[in-house]
């Protein structure tokens, strides 16, 4: 939870930050993809954190700029795309899977091998980069596909 002697940080809807969360902003309960994701760097004792936004760079947040800015905590692929049930995802390996679940602190995948782990995985954040886990795309997406003239799309 950061650096010893802070008392931890929560997002604007009561979930602990960690270091190497992903959040998004939402003003009045909906997202505002204009600042898409930021993932939290570090810590400061003095209760600030240090946000990296792609594009934008590296901001510092208090607890009030978090609720001012509706900030909520999410599980993000290895880019910071926020994690959603039903999503196709690929490791860095090349092992392919759908988003079974998603939770406050960890994701839940199916992975089509099975292997000593079994085809059920639970990772936290820090797994997820770890294994350099990416959305690939939606089930929708291959619903959507169709064969033409012997080729399918």
């Given at each position: 939870?950061?650096?010893?002697?802070?008392?931890?940080?929560?997002?604007?809807?009561?979930?602990?930050?960690?270091?190497?969360?992903?959040?998004?902003?939402?003003?009045?309960?909906t997202?505002?993809?204009?600042?898409?994701?930021g993932?939290?760097?570090?810590?400061?004792?003095?209760?600030?954190?240090?946000?990296?936004?792609?594009?934008?760079?590296?901001?510092?947040?208090?607890?009030?700029?978090?609720?001012?800015?509706?900030?909520?905590?999410?599980?993000?692929?290895?880019?910071?795309?926020?994690?959603?049930?039903?999503?196709?995802?690929?490791?860095?390996?090349?092992?392919?899977?759908?988003?079974?679940?998603?939770?406050?602190?960890?994701?839940?995948f199916?992975?089509?091998?099975?292997?000593?782990?079994?085809?059920?995985r639970?990772?936290?954040?820090?797994?997820?980069?770890?294994?350099?886990?990416?959305?690939?795309?939606?089930?929708?997406?291959l619903?959507?596909?169709?064969?033409?003239?012997?080729?399918?799309?």
């Amino acid at each position: 939870m950061g650096a010893c002697g802070t008392r931890g940080m929560k997002d604007a809807y009561g979930t602990w930050l960690e270091e190497g969360s992903w959040v998004e902003c939402t003003s009045n309960g909906t997202v505002d993809t204009r600042q898409g994701t930021g993932k939290i760097e570090r810590f400061r004792a003095d209760d600030l954190a240090f946000f990296s936004w792609p594009g934008w760079g590296t901001y510092v947040y208090g607890e009030a700029d978090i609720l001012y800015y509706g900030m909520r905590k999410i599980m993000a692929d290895r880019e910071g795309k926020k994690l959603k049930t039903d999503q196709l995802v690929k490791t860095a390996d090349g092992l392919e899977g759908v988003v079974a679940d998603v939770g406050e602190y960890n994701v839940t995948f199916m992975f089509a091998a099975k292997d000593w782990n079994g085809k059920r995985r639970t990772y936290r954040q820090a797994d997820i980069e770890a294994y350099g886990i990416k959305v690939a795309g939606t089930l929708d997406s291959l619903r959507d596909r169709q064969c033409v003239g012997g080729a399918c799309f």
